[in-house]
């Protein structure tokens, strides 16, 4: 999407943690953001593990957090699907839907957003 480069760049310059949570396997995930986000310093990258729920179950969430060794509350999570949104909340997260995705802001905010954004932009706003 048009912005999100630039939003993670500026997220890694301001030393904002940045992690992936995905239900795709995790080889696959990876992979994928090795190739369209080399330069981004990921904290963390999961995919879909064997023995793991996958989301909406807070489980690899919470293997994040406490492997970044920080309260729940202190974490955005970020997503544009109704599973995001139920993933974060279980998580105690503060969930952050973005409208540009997949579902409507009032689906997101139907299950669960504390908030909504229109614009990458936004979220550095948000999270500085």
């Not at 630039?6 to 943690?17: G, Q």
Request: aromatic fraction near 8%.
């Amino acid at each position: 999407y048009p912005g999100i480069p630039a939003l993670l760049n500026r997220c890694a310059s301001n030393r904002i943690r940045l992690g992936i949570l995905s239900n795709k396997p995790e080889p696959f995930t990876k992979e994928m953001v090795s190739h369209f986000f080399p330069d981004i310093p990921f904290a963390t990258v999961r995919g879909a593990r064997k023995g793991v729920p996958v989301k909406p179950d807070p489980t690899a969430a919470l293997e994040i957090q406490h492997d970044w060794s920080t309260l729940p509350e202190s974490i955005a999570y970020v997503g544009d699907t109704d599973t995001d949104m139920k993933t974060g909340r279980s998580a105690g997260f503060f969930t952050v839907g973005v409208s540009w995705g997949f579902r409507t802001p009032e689906e997101l905010k139907a299950c669960g957003a504390h908030c909504i954004i229109d614009t990458p932009s936004e979220l550095v706003t948000l999270l500085e």
